[in-house]
């Protein structure tokens, strides 16, 4: 349901769109998936099974919105409505290339920069600013429409904005961005990095055309994603993770319907339950895993607010704020299952017993409009694995780039900064992106302000101080137990059942290539982002099996969702 947040406003006169035939009001400033969510049309593409899928993470990830727009598959979640456009549902992968049509190739061309920066989020903003403000020609290229990422991110483009009413995350993000620009940053909003080749060169497309970047350093800043939550039901149109909710809201000004049930653990779903509270929906429940803060250690406690006592307070006032909406927060809880038609209509919740199973008679049902998900984070890490830098493994099956304090990977011109190496959360980006950008910039013979280092390194220690502590207060109170069942799916996108993954499993092959390859697993649109950890889960519980690094499904060109004719662009001069 569209809402207005304080500070932001509709600007223009609404207009109309067509969804299969359709009319579909809009604003601007609203994506695709926004405006067809305020429709109730929640299934933006097909399954070759005929099964309907709608937005999931908001970010363009996983690719499960899909629509076709004026003959040319775009992801609604990115794409900004427009008048008199012609959207279609997105028809299996079968016949997309039949009704995408004809498009032109475009010679590709060249961009050249001091420094690159992928992903204009927190850490890149930081980073953009130092390094511009040395004297470096650097160059941010970014998704989305506007900057600021997941933390920082702003309303789309279209909405009026009144500065002195702007909550304090969307003033701090449009300053950063200002700056940015102000320091001399030039910025490439809309374009996705798609390859990379050798260690400074990167392949964009931008508006219909294919860009070589090359780039004497370049820093990674394209963040994070969140961790899928494996559940009966989990793939039904309505179920989104938390990340995505905020997006429509925040981005959007919509809500993913009235009744929200949000389940996971971390703070970030505090926070979402809050601000959809404050935009007029009813949160129905919030499943938390870890146990109430309260019954914390006292010196994680202490630590909070210690290293950060305005994050740490703002916290206790998401809790009262929830408190006084009468919202009910169950603690040791997770969702167990999701149920519905074309959509999602009901979530159950269970509290966990000590083996992380679903103890018995204690299941609540809610009836929903959508289930909002929040079980952690994985790092976007693609492209430092296609440069060849070195990863490693942590407890949680993710793979983490090796990096040192500076963010320099083991290729010397390469930087990692932000969430993309490691949670960290916004404050440590910053931190990180700073320190990145300095030592690039010392490479390139720029001199930078040591007092912004030091405060960088001081940021980065109290903040990591923080971190630690925050999730010794979030640590789930048991370990989740798979909760799938026999025709769960495990690969959303090849609409691959936990039955058919067991059945290569029970074959000897323990190698993740090799099961991709026995059962179609991690070949859909979200390349295994979703499906390979979980994968890496099953081997290493059913086997005892350890994964390495280079196990794991290995990134592939194009990263993201392009045109044939971005990827056969010739480059200028070429026949």
């Known amino acids: 349901m569209r809402v207005a947040l304080p500070g932001v406003s509709r600007s223009g006169p609404g207009f109309c769109f067509h969804f299969d035939g359709r009319e579909i009001d809009a604003f601007p400033g609203e994506t695709l998936a926004a405006a067809l969510l305020n429709a109730d049309i929640w299934a ?31 992801r609604a979640c990115l794409e900004y409505a427009r008048p008199g456009a012609e959207v279609s549902t997105m028809p299996a992968l079968a016949q ?36 511009a403000t040395a004297g470096l020609d650097v160059l941010v290229v970014d998704e989305r429409a506007k900057g600021g990422g997941q933390y920082f991110k702003q309303p789309g483009n279209g909405f ?22 102000a320091a001399g940053a030039r910025f490439m909003f809309g374009s996705t990095v798609w390859g990379a080749y050798g260690p400074n060169e990167l392949v964009i497309s931008a508006e219909g055309s294919t860009l070589l970047a090359k780039a004497r350093r370049i820093i990674l800043c394209p963040g994070a994603y969140e961790r ?40 970030l779903n505090l926070q979402v339950a809050r601000e959809l509270v404050r935009a007029g929906a009813d949160i129905v429940a919030l499943a938390e895993l870890a146990a109430p803060p309260w019954r914390t250690s006292p010196t994680a406690g202490l630590a909070l607010v210690k290293n950060a006592p305005g994050l740490a307070w703002e916290g206790v006032r998401h809790l009262s704020a929830l408190r006084a909406a009468r919202v009910p927060v169950h603690y040791g809880h997770a969702l167990i299952q999701a149920e519905g038609d074309e959509k999602v209509r009901r979530g159950t919740i269970a509290r966990l017993a000590p083996d992380g199973s679903p103890e018995p008679k204690t299941e609540r049902i809610f009836e929903v409009d959508a289930i909002c998900l929040g079980y952690g984070f994985l790092p976007q890490n693609e492209i430092a694995r296609a440069f060849g830098c070195a990863h490693r493994s942590d407890a949680g099956g993710a793979l983490l780039t090796i990096r040192d304090e500076d963010g320099r990977t083991s290729i010397r011109e390469i930087f990692v900064a932000g969430d993309a190496g490691g949670l960290g959360g916004a404050r440590v980006a910053i931190a990180q992106g700073m320190l990145s950008a300095a030592a690039a910039a010392e490479d390139l013979g720029a001199g930078v302000d040591p007092k912004e280092l030091r405060e960088a390194r001081r940021m980065l220690k109290r903040h990591s101080a923080f971190q630690r502590a925050l999730w010794t207060v979030y640590a789930p109170r048991f370990p989740i137990k798979d909760l799938t069942e026999s025709d ?28 991709k390859r026995a059962s179609r697993l991690g070949m859909g649109r979200c390349q295994g982002r979703y499906c390979g950890a979980n994968l890496a889960s099953m081997i290493n519980t059913g086997a005892g099996a350890p994964i390495a690094p280079d196990d794991y499904f290995a990134p592939r060109s194009p990263f993201k969702p392009v045109t044939i004719a971005s990827v056969a662009a010739p480059a200028k001069g070429e026949q």
């Open 44 to 74: 933006l593409r097909r399954t070759r099974g005929g099964r309907g899928r709608g937005i999931f993470c908001g970010m363009g990830v996983c690719g499960e919105c899909s629509v076709m727009v004026d003959g040319a598959q775009h």
């Open 228 to 267: 899928p939550h494996l559940v009966p039901g989990w793939t039904l149109p309505g179920v989104m993770t938390t990340g995505a909710a905020q997006t429509l809201l925040r981005g959007s000004q919509t809500t993913p319907g009235r009744r929200i049930l949000i389940a996971g653990h971390g703070p």
């Open 160 to 181: 009026a904005l009144d500065t002195g009413s702007l909550d304090p995350q969307f003033k701090e993000g449009a300053e950063r961005i200002s700056q940015a620009e």
């Open 488 to 515: 769960t799916l495990i690969c959303r996108c090849e609409e691959i059942e936990r039955s058919a993954v067991e059945v290569v499993l029970e074959t000897g092959l323990i190698h993740l290539g090799a099961v």
């Open 96 to 131: 997309a290339c039949v009704v995408a049509g004809d498009a032109e190739i475009k010679p590709a061309g060249q961009l050249d920069a001091d420094l690159l920066i992928v992903g204009a989020g927190p850490a890149g903003l930081a980073a953009a600013q130092l390094a």
